[in-house]
Every structure is written in structure tokens, then in C-alpha cells.
């Protein structure tokens, strides 16, 4: 940040007026009434956030590290807007930027545990794109195990509850319809387990395993049955007359 100059001055203001509403935040003990308040704070540093970030994404600035953008992207992850919080999970990842002390954990590390524990709580709360563009973000980043397990089993939940509500008809109907996705869900299942052995996974992947092998027999069953309703109907076909007009063999 400058030192001075109106945008330096701008930034100030904001920083005590952050201070302020940590300070507020720090009086309320229950976590939803936390959220409730953060989500009307966010509002007063939502411009410049959003502004450092369109212009950091762009190229127009160098990376500087900016205590209202890191603490607008935790706060965006915590009141669940998905947009801003991807947009700043980005410039806080590509820019190199570092998280105020308070949160004790690395920029990855954090966005990928917040983002993947919503979804373990609820998985509709998180899109599946949100989670994909998380595993994305923090493929190359060095974070613990436990904490990649979390996002794996994320995208598990994500990709079998897609399966529960697919929908073929649907314009934008997944490729591969319900089995590719309870394949994939199947896919990040493992992957959690292997990364940690206790994450909570194993029982979910045994669900996804069951009801895949039982959409392959119902295929199976019904593909049988077809073919044998396609045999039953030439059965019934009268035979072929020969062509009179070709002559006997």
C-alpha cells in the first residue's frame, strides 16, 4: 500500500474501521450470530476488495499484501458468497498473499478445510464448481493431508449427490449420466482414504460402490429384457415370401 495519497488514506480508514469490527466480533460467542454479523459488515469493504482483486486478476498491479482482502476472502467463505470468495481466494493464491496472524493457518490451507467442511455440513451449500475450482486452486500448494482429505471427501459428497438429483432430460446433463458422476464420487471417496485413513470416507464409499453396481444390473436387466422383446417380436414377424421375380437357385 502507498503512504500517502487519497488511496492510502482510503485504506486506513478501512483498516481502523476492520479493527472496530473484529473488535465486535470478538464480543459475540455464538458462530451463526458471527456469520449474521459479517455478512452486514462485508458490505463497507466489499468496493475495495473487489476493486483490488479485478485489478490484481487483471495484471494492472503488482501483488501487495492487503489485510482487507485477506480477511474479506475468509469472511466471504464464512457467509457463503461464492463468487467473491472464489475472486479473492484467487488473488490471495496467485498473489502470494499471507493471512493476518489471528488465523494461523496458511491462505491454502484455510480455503480448502472452510470450503470443504461447508460442504461436509451440507453439501447444496457449496456448488460442485466451487469445490472443483478449489482443488484447482490448491493443487500445487503444500497443505496437510487431513486437510486434502477433507476437500476429497467434499467433491465425493458433491458428485453423489449430483447422481441423487441427476437428471437426463436436463439441457446441461452431465456426460456420462449417473454413473459417470457416482464413478467420480467414487474416485474422490478413495482418494480421501488413502490421504487419510480416518477422514469419515469409508462408509460413504461403500454407499456410492452398492448403488453404482446397482444401476449397472438394472442396465444389465434391462438390456436383456430388450434384446428378448426384439427376439420375441421377429418370432412373431410372418416369414419373408421370396421375390418372384428373382429366379430359384
Avoid at 467473491?84 to 480455503?111: D, N, S, V
Avoid at 503444500?142 to 432430460?169: M, N, P, S
Amino acid at each position: 500500500m502507498p503512504e500517502t495519497g487519497p488511496v492510502a488514506s482510503e485504506y486506513q480508514l478501512l483498516l481502523a474501521a476492520l479493527g472496530l469490527d473484529l473488535a465486535s466480533l470478538r464480543e459475540i460467542q455464538s458462530t451463526e450470530r458471527k456469520i449474521d454479523a459479517k455478512r452486514a459488515m462485508i458490505e463497507k469493504y466489499r468496493v475495495w476488495a473487489e476493486s483490488a482483486a479485478t485489478a490484481w486478476l487483471a495484471g494492472d498491479v503488482p501483488s501487495t499484501q492487503d489485510e482487507i482482502v485477506a480477511t474479506m476472502a475468509v469472511w466471504a467463505i464464512d457467509i457463503q458468497d461464492w463468487p467473491f470468495a472464489m475472486k479473492l481466494a484467487r488473488t490471495l493464491l496467485g498473489g502470494h498473499l499471507a493471512l493476518p496472524e489471528r488465523y494461523k493457518r496458511t491462505p491454502a490451507t484455510l480455503i480448502a478445510e472452510e470450503v470443504a467442511e461447508a460442504a461436509i455440513a451440507n453439501v447444496e451449500d457449496v456448488p460442485l464448481d466451487v469445490l472443483q475450482e478449489v482443488e484447482d486452486l490448491v493443487a500445487a500448494e503444500d497443505i496437510f493431508d487431513q486437510v486434502r482429505a477433507k476437500l476429497e471427501k467434499a467433491l465425493g459428497l458433491a458428485f453423489a449427490h449430483c447422481a441423487e438429483i441427476f437428471d437426463a432430460t436436463a439441457p446441461s446433463a452431465t456426460a456420462g449420466g449417473r454413473g459417470g458422476l457416482l464413478t467420480a464420487a467414487i474416485g474422490h471417496f478413495t482418494r480421501a482414504i488413502e490421504l487419510h485413513e480416518s477422514c469419515g470416507a469409508k462408509t460413504l464409499l461403500r454407499t456410492a460402490e452398492s448403488k453404482l453396481k446397482k444401476l449397472a444390473d438394472e442396465k444389465a436387466a434391462q438390456d436383456k429384457a430388450d434384446a428378448e422383446a426384439e427376439q420375441a417380436e421377429a418370432d412373431k414377424a410372418p416369414p419373408t415370401k421370396p421375390d418372384p421375380a428373382t429366379p430359384a437357385a
